[in-house]
T-cell receptor, first 114, second 114 residues
Framework: DAGVIQSPRHEVTEMGQEVTLRCKPI?????LFWYRQTMMRGLELLIY????????DSGMPEDRFSAKMPNASFSTLKIQPSEPRDSAVYFC????????????FGPGTRLTVT | AQSVTQPDIHITVSEGASLELRCNYS??????LFWYVQSPGQGLQLLLK??????LVQGIKGFEAEFKRSQSSFNLRKPSVHWSDAAEYFC????????????FGGGTRLMVKP
């Protein structure tokens, strides 16, 4: 099992540019989560999907952030336009089942916006 | 809404000494509880979980945790710490009414002295 796959692992971009982060969940998992981790705010849930449908996006900071899950094996988190305060590590996680279960995390994408 | 508090931001222990990391949660019903570990530059890895049953749960890498309902706590313990245990540890709680979402504590960074 390859685990949760995220790409790219590192991204450096200039303010105002569009950034797209990608995630491939573990095969068979039906829930997918996007988190952001910073020193100041810790680990924050941005959005989560169940069976490819967004269930809770209350953690998405603002309209510059959007997430999609076109199929069970792929999700994207897009920031447009990016700002320096978006610099963080973004994690994708997936889980199996309808209720509470353990989440499996990807290695993260370190985003730096200059 | 549920919440998690990890009172200790940093802890330093000597190699071979015992370890206890504190976690307190707030939730009205029986929670689903997790401990994760994050090594530098890595994603979060599940150490152990409590859903029901025996309140003392065993996890990977020699860790255990005890659920104490009366104290709303789920402290993580290890009898003898190894230098490789240096990492950040996160406690998380899931609640049935919140779907698949987990709420994470702020984390405790463990440093191990030789």
């Amino acid at each position: 099992d390859a685990g949760v796959i995220q790409s790219p692992r590192h991204e450096v971009t200039e303010m105002g540019q569009e950034v797209t982060l990608r995630c491939k969940p573990i095969s068979g998992h039906n829930s997918l989560f996007w988190y952001r981790q910073t020193m100041m705010r810790g680990l924050e849930l941005l959005i989560y999907f169940n069976n490819n449908v967004p269930i809770d996006d209350s953690g998405m900071p603002e309209d510059r952030f959007s997430a999609k899950m076109p199929n069970a094996s792929f999700s994207t988190l897009k920031i447009q336009p990016s700002e320096p305060r978006d610099s963080a590590v973004y994690f994708c996680a997936s889980s199996l089942g309808q209720g509470i279960s353990e989440q499996y995390f990807g290695p993260g994408t370190r985003l730096t916006v200059t | 809404a549920q919440s998690v508090t990890q009172p200790d931001i940093h802890i330093t222990v000597s190699e071979g000494a015992s370890l206890e990391l504190r976690c307190n949660y707030s939730y009205g019903a029986t929670p689903y509880l997790f401990w994760y570990v994050q090594s530098p530059g890595q994603g979060l890895q599940l150490l152990l979980k409590y859903f029901s049953g025996d309140t003392l749960v065993q996890g990977i890498k020699g860790f255990e945790a005890e659920f104490k309902r009366s104290q709303s706590s789920f402290n993580l313990r290890k009898p003898s710490v190894h230098w490789s245990d240096a990492a950040e540890y996160f406690c998380a709680v899931g609640a049935g009414h919140a779907g698949n979402m987990l709420t994470f504590g702020g984390g405790t960074r463990l440093m191990v002295k030789p």
